[in-house]
Nanobody, 122 residues
């Protein structure tokens, strides 16, 4: 059972940056991704990374502001978030999948972190 532990969330002013981290207890996955859920809204895909190929995937609205990266040695994936907006406020979840291609759908993912709050407010 892979355990995912997120860190790096918090309160940030609009326009500023934040970097989330997600450390996995073991590497039995091929894809790691980030989702988010704002109050009253459904969970939505943010970004994902194919661990083998290094290919990255983004929701179009976040491409250019958010960057996903990984550290193989640490089994850790990062989400660098720049130019943050109040509408980015949400609980962000790290997720890992043993395999598959539909990286944009939450059903692909086998393991989930507990979630971490990101609040963008002045």
């Amino acid at each position: 059972q892979v355990q995912l532990v997120e860190s790096g969330g918090g309160l940030v002013q609009p326009g500023n940056s934040l970097r989330l981290s997600c450390a996995a207890s073991e590497r039995t996955f091929t894809i790691m991704g980030w989702f988010r859920q704002a109050p009253g809204k459904e969970r939505e895909f943010v970004a994902a990374c194919d661990w083998k190929s290094g290919n990255t995937y983004y929701t179009s609205s976040m491409r250019g502001r958010f960057t996903i990266s990984r550290d193989n040695a640490k089994n850790t994936v990062y989400l660098q978030m720049n130019s943050l907006k109040p509408e980015d406020t949400a609980v962000y979840y790290c997720a890992a999948a043993r395999g598959g291609v539909y990286v944009y759908t939450s059903a692909l993912y086998n393991y989930w972190g507990q979630g971490i709050q990101v609040t963008v407010s002045s």
